[in-house]
């Protein structure tokens, strides 16, 4: 479980987060929601530390993140897995090499053990035939996936997706969905997933939370976000005539 | 910097890295050095001949003079400066573009340092492949010159040679390797600096890259000041 106290941060003058508390639940996919600048992608980043926050305390299983030393720190992030809105892989390494990386880095596995994993995080998301290739010659689809194989290549506690779906065709993204989920469940894993994908929130949003201009703005599961009074979640939720019509119909 | 030097994750991808920075930086570099060094030691000698051709001056200071401009400044300092153009954009650009595609935040999130694990192996790699490319380009740079004594009807073979072997003085190459390994450290540290800290897009790794020449050839050039006073006066 990971627990998000009263968190703030600000660039410049810009308070782009203002004391949001949020709660992630363990062996749950959570959510975060919001327009674009509404500070998801900021919470997300400040959560697994690659931004210092203002003010607050953001807790991995009780674990203080924002008063750890560097070197705990360090050593917490080896539980965390994380996959980049572009998949950020290594573009000049093969997909193999790709999720071979933090075995290399940070554990003693012989190279027989290391293949048996790779394979393992590979077959797992689906991916054939394409380990010696490299993240230009395989598609966007494929790149996320990979990206997912190298993330739960340390077994990691903690996973973080920052728009899984973003250039995804529908089809794609329901996978990636699909995969986040599976993933979620089978290594009961505390996961984060940043999107503005009302498709994602629908397919696998248990405990989301919307975010509006820095500020935590409601939270819930898919069932309650569609019948919320909340005027500024309808806007972002109803936003499209397709889910209009859904709207109309019930 | 501080993160740059600290202690590597893995001791043994620290030196598998280094190697691959070795060739990438140093061996990809030895093609173009020679090219230029080939042209620029002709070059000197025909020039040199032309300003030395009255006839109580001994054919000998040609060879002496071109050997001594190759060693002293050519081979270390007009090297460094192209290879701030080649590999210090290369450098930046790299690092620049691993930056905006959140690579180098990937590693981070891993635990790994990235400052440490991108750039230390750039440093080490391009200090021990400098001395070699600077040998490289004096050897070049002089065969170059002995290669133009073909054209100069004044000069010849012998007074070209004998002029190389006039007053040598193995401090001068030492000097110049010292200039190269310092030359070596502006460039990668530089370069990477301005890359590591590229935010933004495309245009800003462009930039980048833009900003790490200059400021390499700046500090190559302000260093040789201090090195050459220190080491020559």
């Given at each position: 479980?990971?627990?998000?106290?009263?968190?703030?941060?600000?660039?410049?003058?810009?308070?782009?987060?203002?004391?949001?508390?949020?709660?992630?639940?363990?062996?749950?996919?959570n959510l975060v929601i919001g327009r674009s600048?509404s500070g998801k992608?900021?919470f997300?980043?400040?959560?697994?530390?690659?931004?210092?926050?203002?003010?607050?305390?953001?807790?991995?299983?009780?674990?203080?993140?924002?008063?750890?030393?560097?070197?705990?720190?360090?050593?917490?992030?080896?539980?965390?897995?994380?996959?980049?809105?572009?998949?950020?892989?290594?573009?000049?390494?093969?997909?193999?090499?790709?999720?071979?990386?933090?075995?290399?880095?940070?554990?003693?596995?012989?190279?027989?053990?290391?293949?048996?994993?790779?394979?393992?995080?590979?077959?797992?998301?689906?991916?054939?035939?394409?380990?010696?290739?490299?993240?230009?010659?395989?598609?966007?689809?494929?790149?996320?996936?990979?990206?997912?194989?190298?993330?739960?290549?340390?077994?990691?506690?903690?996973?973080?997706?920052?728009e899984?779906?973003?250039?995804?065709?529908?089809?794609?993204?329901?996978?990636?969905?699909?995969?986040?989920?599976?993933?979620?469940?089978?290594?009961?894993?505390?996961?984060l997933v940043i999107t503005h994908d009302m498709n994602s929130v629908m397919?696998i949003g248990?405990n989301i939370m919307y975010v509006y201009?820095?500020?935590k703005w409601w939270e819930g599961?898919k069932?309650?976000i569609?019948?919320?009074?909340?005027?500024?979640l309808?806007?972002f939720v109803?936003?499209?005539?397709?889910?209009?019509?859904?709207?109309?119909?019930? | 910097?501080?993160?740059?030097?600290?202690?590597?994750?893995?001791?043994?991808?620290?030196?598998?890295?280094?190697?691959?920075?070795?060739?990438?930086?140093?061996?990809?570099?030895?093609?173009?050095?020679?090219?230029?060094?080939?042209?620029?030691?002709?070059?000197?000698?025909?020039?040199?001949?032309?300003?030395?051709?009255?006839?109580?001056?001994?054919?000998?200071?040609?060879?002496?003079?071109?050997?001594?401009?190759?060693?002293?400044?050519?081979?270390?300092?007009?090297?460094?400066?192209?290879?701030?153009?080649?590999?210090?954009?290369?450098?930046?650009?790299?690092?620049?573009?691993?930056?905006?595609?959140?690579?180098?935040?990937?590693?981070?999130?891993?635990?790994?340092?990235?400052?440490?694990?991108?750039?230390?192996?750039?440093?080490?790699?391009?200090?021990?492949?400098?001395?070699?490319?600077?040998?490289?380009?004096?050897?070049?740079?002089?065969?170059?010159?002995?290669?133009?004594?073909?054209?100069?009807?004044?000069?010849?073979?012998?007074?070209?040679?004998?002029?190389?072997?006039?007053?040598?003085?193995?401090?001068?190459?030492?000097?110049?390797?010292?200039?190269?390994?310092?030359?070596?450290?502006?460039?990668?540290?530089?370069?990477?600096?301005?890359?590591?800290?590229?935010?933004?897009?495309?245009?800003?790794?462009?930039?980048?890259?833009?900003?790490?020449?200059?400021?390499?050839?700046?500090?190559?050039?302000?260093?040789?000041?201090?090195?050459?006073?220190?080491?020559?006066?």
């Amino acid at each position: 479980m990971i627990e998000v106290k009263n968190i703030s941060k600000t660039f410049l003058d810009n308070k782009v987060l203002n004391n949001v508390s949020y709660t992630l639940k363990k062996g749950m996919c959570n959510l975060v929601i919001g327009r674009s600048g509404s500070g998801k992608s900021v919470f997300l980043k400040s959560v697994v530390g690659l931004h210092e926050v203002d003010q607050g305390e953001i807790l991995f299983d009780g674990r203080d993140t924002t008063k750890m030393a560097s070197k705990e720190l360090k050593a917490l992030r080896k539980e965390i897995g994380m996959v980049f809105q572009g998949g950020a892989l290594f573009n000049s390494s093969t997909v193999e090499e790709n999720v071979r990386y933090p075995l290399d880095m940070f554990t003693t596995m012989s190279k027989a053990e290391k293949q048996k994993r790779i394979d393992y995080c590979l077959d797992h998301v689906h991916i054939e035939n394409a380990h010696q290739l490299f993240p230009s010659e395989i598609s966007g689809g494929m790149q996320k996936r990979v990206a997912i194989a190298r993330a739960i290549a340390l077994n990691p506690k903690y996973l973080f997706f920052d728009e899984p779906n973003s250039g995804l065709d529908p089809v794609t993204a329901i996978i990636i969905d699909n995969l986040i989920q599976e993933i979620t469940k089978e290594l009961n894993v505390t996961t984060l997933v940043i999107t503005h994908d009302m498709n994602s929130v629908m397919e696998i949003g248990e405990n989301i939370m919307y975010v509006y201009q820095g500020q935590k703005w409601w939270e819930g599961n898919k069932k309650e976000i569609f019948n919320t009074n909340n005027p500024e979640l309808n806007d972002f939720v109803f936003a499209s005539d397709l889910f209009k019509s859904i709207k109309k119909q019930n | 910097m501080g993160k740059v030097f600290s202690k590597p994750e893995k001791h043994k991808i620290l030196f598998r890295n280094m190697l691959q920075e070795m060739d990438k930086l140093g061996v990809g570099s030895i093609l173009i050095i020679m090219i230029i060094m080939f042209f620029m030691g002709a070059v000197v000698t025909i020039q040199t001949a032309l300003n030395l051709e009255n006839p109580f001056v001994s054919k000998i200071i040609i060879g002496f003079a071109t050997r001594d401009s190759i060693i002293l400044e050519f081979s270390s300092t007009v090297t460094s400066v192209i290879l701030a153009g080649i590999i210090g954009s290369n450098i930046a650009s790299e690092i620049g573009t691993m930056r905006i595609t959140e690579q180098l935040d990937a590693m981070e999130i891993m635990g790994v340092n990235s400052a440490g694990y991108v750039i230390l192996p750039k440093i080490l790699g391009m200090m021990i492949m400098m001395p070699f490319l600077v040998i490289i380009a004096m050897s070049v740079g002089i065969l170059g010159g002995l290669a133009s004594t073909f054209v100069i009807e004044s000069l010849s073979v012998q007074d070209y040679l004998a002029g190389l072997q006039l007053d040598f003085s193995p401090y001068r190459v030492f000097y110049s390797l010292v200039k190269s390994d310092v030359f070596a450290i502006i460039i990668t540290t530089v370069s990477s600096y301005h890359g590591f800290n590229a935010r933004g897009g495309a245009l800003e790794v462009g930039k980048a890259g833009t900003k790490g020449v200059i400021y390499s050839i700046i500090l190559i050039l302000v260093a040789n000041l201090f090195i050459t006073h220190l080491m020559l006066t």
